[in-house]
């Protein structure tokens, strides 16, 4: 069936470090693969998106790239600030009933 | 911009007790969604609907009913709160058509004593 694995469920971090967060997915076909940023008291939000495999989707200095070989899309940033601190969810979709698949999310924690 | 606002935003109810969520959408979006939260477990759906007056089973849907009056409003119902049902619960809506993008409510943090 459809599974998003995010195996790490916490990442300490220091300002200025790089920062890693794996994500595998399993289903058939090619689906659309999301990255959502929840912050403290808020709902998760979209921080980035990508369709085409072999593609790479950007924002905000994070990036993630499509790789259908090995069904990864980990989520990348190569200086992590303060303010990125939050819970990070990889995500997938078919395009069923517009449904979409989350990890179980990544607390990242940026000390000062 | 998009907006989906809850009601109430935090509420304690009593095991047994009826307890309704309520999720108002700016969007014009046909689709909505409920999600329950929980830490270790991410992001879990309950029910969901793509048109007033229908509504389709999620992942996690016993113990949960599921209500869509209009376009506007997607209502999640407990008929008899019970402990295990302590969470954090998220409405969402997204337009038709296409892979898109999920907007979320803030949540409405769920306690049953």
């Known amino acids: 069936g459809d599974s998003v694995i995010q195996m790490q469920g916490q990442v300490t971090l220091s300002e200025n470090d790089f920062l890693f967060i794996n994500c595998t997915y399993s289903?058939?076909?090619?689906?659309?693969l999301f990255w959502y940023v929840q912050y403290s008291g808020e709902g998760p939000q979209l921080l980035l998106q990508?369709?085409?495999?072999?593609n790479k989707g950007s924002s905000r200095g994070f990036e993630a790239t499509y790789d259908k070989g090995t069904t990864s899309f980990h989520l990348q940033k190569t200086s992590v600030q303060e303010i990125d601190s939050a819970v990070y969810y990889c995500?997938?979709?078919?395009?069923?009933?517009?449904?979409?698949?989350f990890g179980d999310g990544t607390q990242l924690v940026v000390k000062p | 911009e998009a907006a989906v606002t809850q009601s109430p935003r935090s509420k304690v109810a009593v095991t047994g007790g009826k307890v309704t969520l309520s999720c108002h959408q700016t969007?014009?979006?046909?689709?909505m969604y409920w999600y329950r939260q929980d830490t270790g477990h991410g992001l879990r759906l309950i029910h969901y609907?793509?048109?007033?007056?229908?509504?389709e089973k999620g992942d996690i849907p016993d113990g949960y009913k599921a209500s869509r009056p209009s376009q506007e409003n997607f209502s999640l119902i407990l008929e008899l709160a019970s402990l295990s049902q302590t969470a954090v619960y998220f409405c969402a809506s997204t337009r038709t058509g296409g892979i898109a993008e999920q907007f979320f409510g803030p949540g409405t943090r769920l306690t049953v004593l």
């Open positions: 609907s793509y048109v007033a007056d229908s509504t």
């Open positions: 995500a997938m979709s078919r395009n069923n009933n517009n449904r979409i698949f």
């Open positions: 990508v369709t085409t495999a072999n």
């Open positions: 289903t058939t076909g090619y689906p659309t």
């Open positions: 969007n014009n979006h046909d689709y």
